[in-house]
């Protein structure tokens, strides 16, 4: 009686400890799903072919309500970003490479290694790789926190 006693006690003791492992395993999956979700409402839409922006590094700024990001932008030869925007400033330098910087009202700047250049928020601009290989540009973002970092210009409407 006294082995059937202990035999019992064991298995209770293992069916709360599996209970409670499930029930951590699932609230742990609903934390990631919802980080996610979140993480993803803020994503920049797809990249043009030819175009690649790596992100380095993001933090919060000292600036409420802001975050500063690091990000690589790479052009395969003959690769573009059409026209878009950002929630905040670009500081840029370019890395390698030759481009073609349009901004809207102004005229087109070419820029070479060791070019560096700087976006108010919310300024229209597109990027054409024009020289004879890739091209490079480092860029710090100092943008609207939870906003996405590019944003397409004059975008086809969503279909519903």
Do not use: C
């Not at 290989?133 to 100092?142: C, M, N, P, Q």
């Amino acid at each position: 009686m006294r082995v059937a006693n202990i035999t019992l006690k064991h298995r209770s003791q293992r069916m709360k400890n599996r209970r409670w492992m499930i029930a951590i395993g699932f609230a742990i999956a609903v934390l990631a799903g919802t980080l996610g979700v979140r993480d993803s409402i803020a994503q920049t839409p797809a990249a043009p072919p030819g175009f690649k922006r790596v992100e380095l590094n993001r933090h919060d700024s000292s600036n409420p309500g802001h975050e500063v990001v690091l990000a690589r932008a790479e052009f395969d030869p003959g690769g573009a970003v059409p026209k878009h925007t950002h929630p905040g400033e670009e500081v840029a330098y370019v890395l390698e490479g030759e481009l073609t910087l349009e901004v809207e009202g102004k005229p087109a700047q070419h820029l070479k290694a060791g070019d560096s250049f700087y976006l108010p928020g919310g300024t229209v601009h597109a990027a054409k790789n024009t020289g004879k290989g890739g091209a490079k540009v480092l860029s710090t973002y100092i943008v609207e926190k939870g906003k996405p970092l590019a944003t397409p210009v004059g975008a086809p409407p969503a279909k519903k």
